[in-house]
């Protein structure tokens, strides 16, 4: 079976500050993740994708086998980042099915 | 624009009623889904549809049905609503294979009293 595991619901931040997002998961074979945020009663959108690497909105997030986690992280908040972040699992073998964590709703104040 | 599009926006059920929600894509995609929003919870799946003519159940199935129209629409039908299918529902698309990640709708947000 497979599991996400954000394990803050609210993170608050300074703007400036450093801002990391934990998400851990479970998975016996190869997974794909990702990271999604929704703003304020905003439809979800896609932030990231492990298998792209990319840098978006300054955020990046590095996917470690070894400890089965695929932290967020951008190292100057802005208040335009305050959102729901949900971390994302889709299996080899799930037909494309995503497995979500909870959510961390981040709080950027000024 | 493309995208997802889902209706409605807003709905007010009374118990034991029943209602379908919507979706629409006009991305070709071959995938589509349903998923409920939940606080504390996340997004869980309720049915998919890897491609068109077929459906399976999805994490939390019970209480819907639903109905891949064509390739472009993925219905969601709720026989006889009740209080605990209280969320917000996303219709989302994506091509076949699960890296690509998901265009989400915009959510419909249904009470049921």
């Known amino acids: 079976a497979q599991r996400v595991t954000q394990p803050e619901k609210l993170l608050s931040v300074f703007k400036g500050a450093p801002v990391e997002l934990k998400c851990n998961y479970s998975y016996s074979g190869s997974p794909e993740l990702f990271w999604y945020v929704q703003y304020s009663r905003q439809r979800l959108q896609l932030l990231l994708r492990h298998i792209s690497r990319e840098s978006i909105k300054g955020f990046t997030a590095d996917l470690n086998k070894g400890e089965t986690s695929f932290h967020l992280k951008k190292p100057f908040a802005q208040e335009e980042d305050s959102a729901m972040y949900y971390c994302?699992?889709?299996?080899?073998?799930?037909?494309?099915?995503?497995?979500f964590g909870a959510g961390t709703q981040v709080v950027v104040t000024p | 624009n493309a995208g997802v599009t889902q209706t409605p926006k807003f709905q007010v059920l009374k118990t034991g009623q029943s209602m379908t929600l919507q979706c629409a894509q006009d991305m070709n995609h071959n995938s589509m889904y349903w998923y409920r929003q939940d606080p504390g919870m996340g997004l869980r799946l309720i049915y998919y549809s890897a491609s068109e003519g077929t459906t399976d159940k999805g994490e939390v199935p019970n209480g819907y049905n639903v109905s891949r129209l064509n390739k472009r629409e993925f219905s969601l039908r709720l026989e006889s609503a009740a209080p605990s299918q209280t969320s917000v529902y996303f219709c989302?698309?994506?091509?076949?294979?699960?890296?690509?990640?998901?265009?989400f709708g915009s959510g419909t947000r249904l009470t049921v009293v």
């Open positions: 994302a699992l889709s299996g080899s073998d799930s037909w494309g099915k995503l497995q």
């Open positions: 989302a698309s994506t091509r076949t294979g699960g890296d690509y990640g998901y265009t």
